[in-house]
């Protein structure tokens, strides 16, 4: 009896083994090269990367296929890679990340017909594209296929090893055309997917701008995939071009406005690199105030005036009309240039509008704040010719202090013909004749001439208890100096 039950189980466990080997087997029957498989990484050797298939074979790839551009190992034990069958067998199961080594036109057939990876390695460029060696067969790649982008320099490809799609298989293999644009293509087809479901509005990611445009910059998010920051939201500070804020091949810290997909089935992507700082108008109130006066950086010129940073992020603008009481600007370029430091006097802060008011001429003074002080009725002084007019002579007498001499007071000059002759930046001896402060204006005449005398400007020098009654008071109307000279023209009448 105990015979008999060790020869049944032994019987058994023979059974059991039998079925094992024929499941097993069965798995393994069911790779074929060309397949592509997912597995994980069980085991890295000095040379070899071995991943479980799913059969009872183990499939082996070289580890030199999974060194990045540095060199480094890119896979570890427990991660999963998808790779192709280059061979299945009994003993071992070869697998790669595309076909590779020696083949005969029957393997790129089916390479081509299954849609599997090649490599091949770019040995010279030609007339409309690159000759490639696939298998140690000559395949055309046109320069078109050759990347996503448009290729600028065509022999930075040269010398290269890249995986290609065979896209055209003809004359049993005499005429072969492959694409890696296409294999691209396809990656970054899968990299959208990812984008698409881990990416919404309001996240916020790293770009990289790659062109500008006169409405914005385009900013890559990951290969195959960018998006547009428009000019207004590529700074808080007030810009007339995107090259003001950013270049090309900057990283770029921008948030998700909004996703789209278009007619044709392309992304629209709108972000925003301002929205991920802090508005510095959150704090203008605290940090500027109207009537101070500061240093700003000149960042942008208009023909209108300069835009001048105060305060990081915040360009407030100095007109044209307030850059210079001394100059005559007639563009803010004869006055600054991007990249000076000015002196400026904060006019108005508007918040609402995110507008801040500049001068620079109130920053320095009005040189006619102490006209009166400087110059008096009377006095000789010495001026330069600054240009001569209709109405007579613009003599310069200090800087942004300019008097006229009228026709009518050069014509009583003993000589006169020296006035009308005189040209900018001739030196003159003048006398001051008038002195309106309030207006500006300072009346010149020769020296030695006796000007007309000006009542009104003596009544306007006179005490107050001296000018008599003023205007609409119960006065007689003649007791005023107009009056006064009809009432004498009568009189002698």
């Given at each position: ?9 032994m ?7 039998a079925?094992?080997?024929?499941y ?12 592509r498989?997912?597995?994980?990484v ?14 009872k074979?183990?499939g ?6 999974f ?20 061979a299945a ?18 393997l ?22 690159y ?17 996503t ?16 799609l ?30 698409m ?8 990611v ?24 428009h ?53 203008v ?11 700003g950086?000149?960042v ?14 915040i ?21 600054v ?14 918040l609402?509008q ?11 003074g ?7 002080e ?14 001569r007019?209709?109405?007579g ?33 001739d ?10 402060a ?13 000007t ?15 000018k ?26």
């Amino acid at each position: 009896m105990a015979g008999s039950d060790d020869s049944r189980q032994m019987g058994a466990e023979e059974n059991f083994e039998a079925m094992l080997d024929a499941y097993t087997g069965s798995m393994g029957e069911t790779l074929k090269v060309g397949d592509r498989i997912k597995g994980t990484v069980i085991s890295i050797t000095a040379d070899s990367v071995f991943v479980d298939t799913g059969t009872k074979v183990d499939g082996v790839a070289e580890r030199s296929e999974f060194l990045d551009d540095n060199g480094e190992l890119s896979v570890k034990e427990g991660e999963e890679v998808e790779l192709y069958v280059m061979a299945a067998g009994a003993q071992e199961i070869r697998l790669s990340k595309a076909l590779a080594g020696v083949g005969g036109a029957a393997l790129l057939e089916d390479a081509y017909k299954t849609k599997l990876p090649v490599e091949g390695r770019v040995v010279a460029t030609r007339k409309g594209g690159y000759d490639v060696d696939v298998l140690k067969r000559r395949a055309f790649c046109p320069v078109s296929q050759i990347d996503t982008r448009f290729v600028e320099n065509a022999e930075e490809f040269v010398g290269k090893s890249f995986q290609f799609l065979i896209i055209k298989f003809e004359q049993h293999g005499r005429n072969v055309v492959v694409s890696r644009r296409a294999l691209l293509e396809l990656e970054q087809e899968a990299k959208r997917a990812e984008f698409m479901a881990q990416m919404q509005e309001g996240s916020v990611v790293d770009t990289k701008i790659v062109r500008l445009a006169p409405f914005g910059a385009f900013a890559e998010i990951m290969p195959g995939v960018e998006g547009l920051i428009h000019v207004s939201e590529l700074s808080w500070s007030r810009i007339g071009a995107p090259d003001e804020a950013v270049s090309e091949g900057d990283i770029v810290r921008a948030k998700i406005l909004s996703i789209e997909t278009d007619k044709k089935g392309q992304l629209r992507i709108s972000l925003s690199a301002r929205q991920v700082t802090e508005n510095p108008w959150a704090r203008v109130a605290d940090a500027l105030t109207e009537g101070e006066i500061r240093e700003g950086k000149v960042v942008r010129l208009t023909n209108f005036g300069a835009f001048v940073e105060v305060l990081p992020g915040i360009d407030g603008l100095v007109h044209v009309s307030e850059m210079s009481y001394t100059k005559r600007v007639h563009k803010p370029g004869d006055m600054v240039a991007v990249g000076d430091t000015v002196t400026v006097k904060v006019k108005g802060i508007d918040l609402a509008q995110q507008r801040v008011s500049l001068s620079m001429k109130e920053a320095e003074g009005d040189p006619w704040s102490g006209v009166v002080e400087q110059f008096s009725v009377g006095a000789t002084l010495e001026g330069k010719v600054e240009s001569r007019t209709e109405f007579g002579l613009f003599i310069a007498l200090a800087p942004g202090v300019t008097g006229l001499m009228p026709k009518s007071n050069m014509a009583k000059a003993p000589k006169a013909a020296n006035l009308d002759n005189a040209k900018p930046g001739d030196t003159l001896q003048v006398t001051v004749a008038q002195i309106r402060a309030q207006e500006r204006k300072i009346t010149l005449a020769p020296v030695g001439v006796e000007t007309a005398e000006d009542t009104s400007w003596k009544e306007y020098r006179k005490p107050r208890a001296e000018k008599g009654p003023v205007a609409g008071s119960d006065a007689p109307a003649f007791e005023n100096t107009l009056g006064a000279a009809l009432k004498n023209a009568l009189k002698n009448k």
